[in-house]
């Protein structure tokens, strides 16, 4: 199960709970591809009971594209974010990333 929200300041929270496989990931991926490539968006998956790592897999393919949203995430174990490693992704060049002004911010 997924809730999306837009937080104060224009920053898009996805909450992910319940099992993260292959179908969850290409919810995911299909919730980042709909928002403009200048948002920042967090995934939380503090709430997720279990991680399947072709979930991760699928995840991380859609987070190396270069024109998506700026993603931060939170609420991973030490094992999911070695996953996201493993396939390409840096999870801390993305939080570094994502702390930059909100589109609608930069334009006041």
């Known amino acids: 199960m997924m809730d999306e929200r ?6 898009i929270l996805i909450r992910v709970d319940g ?9 995911v991926r299909g919730r980042l591809g709909a ?5 920042n968006v ?6 997720v009971r279990e ?6 897999a699928v995840l991380a393919s ?10 931060a995430v939170r609420g991973l174990r030490q094992h999911q974010h070695r996953m996201f ?13 994502s702390k930059r002004p909100a589109a609608s911010a930069e334009r006041n």
């Open 6 to 11: 837009l937080q104060p300041g224009g920053e």
């Open 19 to 27: 099992i993260f496989d292959a179908a969850a990931a290409w919810d």
């Open 35 to 39: 928002v403009p490539a200048t948002s």
């Open 42 to 47: 967090v995934i939380d998956f503090s709430k």
């Open 51 to 56: 991680f399947e790592d072709l979930g991760v």
């Open 62 to 71: 859609g987070l190396s594209k270069v024109d998506g949203p700026h993603v």
């Open 85 to 97: 490693r493993y396939f390409g992704v840096d999870l801390d060049a993305l939080q570094g990333a």
